[in-house]
């Protein structure tokens, strides 16, 4: 599935998972809303008005008896008053009833008040003809039926009370439901959600760190990089174009070393030829030759010397490359092989009147090695550091017995050397030139680098003495770098395992 529709379908899940929170928080929100407003709109309007009627009732009841008593007309206007409000009192209490019981009970309280106004006009009639009646009985009566009245607005009231308690428990309880449902929802959607999101990134996460393994190998010289990735469809048509251009650079790379390598061995035969003709004619073979001629015939030959050098030093590096460089390994002295080499370049350094120092442990235990191959990156180390050192400047070569562990303090090892705790020997070689940038520390190893265009103008090179010196300790089993300070100098330092 591709990065889009991934991305789009895990944004959709998580967007339907915060949709059903919120319908269902609306769901209860929306019952404790309808519970609300019952309470509001029908549970106390019905109890004040039950009250209110039982108060307009009783004080119907009063001037109805004040009328009888003292057959005064107002109190009579004030009964019928009464009987229109407490009427209408009865019609609202029936619009608000919510159930049959209610409904019920307001219908026979209605009843019952209806044969009591039917009860007072025919006392009425009665007092106003002047006729006799039992008047006890009909008093009775009356209050008999005004308690019924009573008694039914009081179980109206009652009732009511227990519907708002009812419905104030409904509405916690489903206050409390809201609360725990959505809480679980809620736990429940991040956990998907991020699990969706982890399942997303991941997918897309782990085809990319492969390709940037792959990426940091190639950076290293590896071009024998394979990435198969099966989704999503754009890294897979990434990991293909990479794996393309992986080839085409192992192709590049194979034709550079054939090229190297063929175009090395081709230069070194007229290339000795030079230099033997060279010879010949400073020596006088043909002739005699003048004192400026024999000037340049010692350019040419020292050139010649030089450029051999860098045959030699392409010839060694394509070697190293296929695996095909032979070593003879023995037990070796380097103190013996640092005060050798030391004193052959002493002169040189006598020359531009630089101080070279020697300072070596007193006993350095014998290692097994390649003499001549140390010899050359130890030669590599001084004639770069006496090439950067200005005159009157000063170079010092060490070397002492040091544990793998300590040396990877200061300067980390790659993983996989294996002798963190084993005891070894520490070469440097300290030189006070320019200095090196410390990003460039890592890259100075590498073939044909320059550091800088302006040192390389002043100090030029093949850029192929430290890239062998590596290759050499490396398969020593050792480890090679440099620290430095911009315009204090650098050290350049090698480990070799006693192994």
């Not at 106390?44 to 001037?63: A, C, H, M, R, W």
């Not at 019981?101 to 009843?111: I, Q, R, T």
């Amino acid at each position: 599935m591709r990065i889009f529709w991934r991305i789009n379908i895990g944004y959709a899940c998580i967007i339907i998972l915060l949709a059903l929170i919120s319908s269902l928080a609306l769901l209860k929100f929306n019952q404790l809303k309808n519970l609300t407003k019952s309470i509001i709109t029908y549970d106390y309007p019905s109890s004040d008005l039950e009250k209110k009627l039982i108060d307009s009732i009783l004080s119907q009841v009063g001037f109805e008896r004040k009328y009888l008593i003292l057959e005064d007309l107002k109190f009579y206007q004030s009964f019928n008053a009464k009987e229109e409000e407490n009427l209408a009192h009865f019609n609202k209490l029936l619009q608000l009833a919510e159930t049959p019981n209610a409904k019920a009970l307001v219908e026979k309280a209605h009843k019952r008040y209806l044969e009591y106004l039917d009860m007072v006009k025919a006392e009425v009639v009665l007092v106003r003809s002047k006729k006799k009646y039992p008047l006890f009985l009909y008093q009775q009566n009356k209050e008999k039926v005004i308690t019924v009245i009573n008694q039914t607005l009081d179980e109206l009231i009652n009732l009511n009370k227990l519907s708002i308690s009812a419905k104030i428990g409904h509405s916690e309880e489903a206050s409390n439901q809201a609360g725990k449902l959505i809480g679980s929802i809620a736990i429940l959607s991040l956990l998907i959600s991020i699990t969706i999101s982890i399942l997303i990134t991941r997918g897309i996460n782990k085809p990319l760190k492969t390709l940037e393994q792959a990426t940091k190998s190639i950076a290293q010289g590896d071009f024998n990089q394979k990435v198969d990735i099966s989704s999503p469809p754009e890294i897979e048509r990434l990991a293909k174009a990479f794996t393309f251009m992986c080839n085409r650079l192992q192709e590049l790379d194979n034709l550079k070393k054939d090229f190297i390598s063929n175009i090395s061995h081709e230069l070194r035969t007229p290339l000795t030829s030079i230099k033997e003709a060279s010879h010949l004619l400073r020596e006088g073979a043909i002739g005699e030759i003048s004192s400026e001629q024999k000037e340049f015939l010692e350019v040419i030959l020292e050139e010649g010397e030089k450029l051999d050098q860098y045959i030699n030093n392409l010839l060694d590096l394509s070697k190293m490359e296929a695996g095909m460089m032979s070593y003879s390994w023995q037990s070796c002295d380097l103190t013996q092989i640092i005060n050798h080499i030391a004193q052959g370049l002493r002169p040189v350094a006598q020359k531009k009147d630089i101080q070279l120092d020697i300072a070596i442990q007193e006993v350095l235990p014998l290692v097994i090695a390649d003499s001549r191959k140390l010899q050359q990156v130890i030669t590599n180390l001084l004639s770069n550091a006496l090439k950067f050192t200005p005159p009157e400047g000063k170079i010092t070569i060490s070397a002492s017995t040091a544990l793998g562990s300590a040396v990877a303090s200061s300067q980390p090892l790659k993983p996989g050397t294996g002798f963190d705790n084993q005891e070894g020997i520490k070469v440097s070689v300290s030189d006070m030139g320019p200095g090196i940038p410390k990003e460039d520390w890592e890259r100075v190893f590498d073939k044909f680098y320059q550091i800088g265009r302006g040192v390389a103008a002043s100090y030029p090179g093949s850029g192929l003495g430290l890239a062998i010196a590596q290759r050499i300790v490396e398969d020593h089993v050792g480890r090679i770098w440099v620290e430095s300070e911009l315009d204090k100098g650098s050290i350049f330092t090698f480990f070799l395992p006693l192994r």
